[in-house]
């Protein structure tokens, strides 16, 4: 097995993009290939068909690769819950919260489970992907890094170096990083790429001189151009771009960032449709011209619902809803919709006994034990994969009234699921707008004129996504290096 680790010279510069490419380009090219990140934090998670939880990208980079998502594919995951607490998620079983000093001293048993995973990918790929997480050289961490560099040095592999250009100081940012990689690795680097070049490539054309001059032993491979039609979901904890700005064109899908917001790539389907587009909001006055209402996944759901009236937009919310605008909780979003939440011990962030939005007749209480699986979703004629990944159980409110105007939403595995009533849905099902007949279900509560739903799957505009960005990568950079070193 050949091993290559893609590092970055900075968080959010490309690692994970790169690495979905390349493993695309190499699953065209007909090599058995996986991905693999020893520790990603991250609030966005996906559920294996054995119903362990890892990091989103690692999720992508399979489905790139031309496989099912596995443990083994990001044994350590972490998922800030806020007051500098994390969850710890091992081989996709959730742990306990502790806090970042309380990890480190677990580095080194960490390690092994790494080790041992590492070891078991020998015989069941050519190509591991190694993805790396924010710099390599963070001075103050190297020591107990166990994503980067070790990992590498371990297979005894090569590593791709990615910098962003975007950020200014492309320059400082290859000679810094290479020059405190430590010497003996320095010469296992395949070469450097220059990523999110935006306008005219020909300004920039002078370049691989100078990485020349400066870098003589690490191959400037090329500079790749941002495209915003190639992106992938975000799930950089530090990275608010997947949810920076507003996607599409048209009547606005108001999604609540919530401050320990979790899954956001929920939201991502919508922008196969023409005439709506998904904005992420944080003040009230932002839902006064909302169509529709979504209150996505949580890490800390009782935290957020104390924002959500801090701000003033849980009363904001409520009166749009009055006002005929649809609302539709997603997880702890569902929670929050209910008349109570209960968390005697802070299990899922927060604890406390809390009164919900009263939108869904439903109390949650929150235990240890966490949900995490697959279903099958089914609604109306179309069947769809889905998931699961939650603390607490939701059922209806003993002092519910009126029970007969709510409904459940639909069915996971073939049991009811979720509940709905009047211009209010609420689902523990990731992925729910997946499904086109979803989509065009709330779009025709809100009265959305101007929808036009897509008449393609999720699944296909995946699958050529990931092609586009294997192209988009072998037409701009020179992957000779690469292909050398696994004798393609």
């Keep these: 097995m050949k091993a290559i680790s893609i590092l970055g010279t900075s968080s959010n510069a490309g690692k994970s993009w790169l690495t979905t490419a390349l493993g695309a380009w190499l699953y065209r090219q007909g090599v058995k290939v ?97 993805e790396g997480a924010g710099s390599p050289v963070e001075l103050n961490l190297m020591h107990r890094d166990i994503v980067n560099l070790r990992p590498v040095s371990y297979l005894q592999g090569r590593w791709l170096l990615v910098g962003d250009i975007e950020r200014g100081g492309i320059f400082a940012q290859a000679l810094g990083t290479y020059h405190l990689i430590p010497p003996t690795l320095q010469p296992a680097g395949l070469g450097l790429v220059v990523n999110k070049f935006r306008g005219d490539l020909g300004l920039f054309a002078e370049a691989g001189q100078y990485f020349q001059q400066h870098l003589p032993k690490l191959p ?20 608010r771009d997947a949810e920076e700005s507003a996607t599409g064109t048209g009547e606005m ?94 299990v899922a962030g927060d604890a406390g ?57 639909l069915l996971a595995n073939g049991m009811a699921e979720g509940l709905r009533g009047d211009r209010v849905l609420g689902t523990y099902l990731h992925g729910l707008f997946e499904s086109g007949a979803m989509r065009g279900y709330v779009m025709e509560l809100a009265g959305v004129e101007s929808y036009q739903p897509s008449g393609e799957s999720w699944q296909e505009v995946q699958r050529r996504l990931y092609d586009d960005m294997a192209q988009l990568m072998e037409d701009y950079l020179d992957l000779m290096p690469i292909r050398r070193y696994l004798q393609l």
């Design 34 to 130: 996986a991905p693999f990140k020893s520790q990603n934090m991250s609030n966005n998670s996906y559920v294996t068909l054995e119903g362990g939880e890892i990091g989103r990208a690692q999720a992508a980079q399979a489905f790139a690769c031309g496989l099912q998502p596995q443990v083994e594919m990001n044994p350590v995951l972490l998922k800030p819950s806020g007051h500098g607490m994390s969850q710890l998620v091992l081989l996709g079983d959730a742990k306990e919260h502790i806090p970042a000093r309380e990890y480190y001293r677990h580095i080194e048993a960490l390690w092994q489970v790494v080790a041992e995973i590492l070891e078991g990918w020998r015989s069941r790929c050519d190509v591991l992907l190694l």
């Design 220 to 239: 400037y491979l090329g500079t790749l151009p941002y495209q915003g039609s190639l992106q992938p979901e975000s799930e950089d904890s530090l990275c």
């Design 253 to 346: 899908l108001a999604w609540i960032r919530f401050p320990h917001l979790s899954n956001s790539q929920d939201s991502q389907p919508w922008r196969l449709d023409e005439g709506v587009q998904v904005k992420w909001v944080e003040t009230p006055q932002a839902l006064e011209k909302a169509r529709l209402i979504v209150l996505p996944g949580s890490k800390n759901t009782l935290g957020d619902l104390a924002w959500l009236r801090e701000t003033g937009l849980a009363t904001a919310i409520i009166e749009a809803h009055q006002r005929g605008v649809p609302v539709v909780g997603i997880c702890g979003g569902y929670q929050m919709l209910g008349d109570w939440l209960l968390d005697a011990t802070g």
């Design 353 to 409: 006994r809390v009164r919900g939005l009263g939108l869904l007749p439903v109390t949650t209480e929150f235990a240890p034990q966490k949900s995490v699986r697959q279903v099958l979703a089914q609604w109306q004629n179309q069947s769809w994969q889905a998931y699961e990944i939650h603390m607490g159980q939701t059922s209806r409110s003993p002092q519910a009234q009126d029970e007969a105007v709510y409904e459940p939403l």
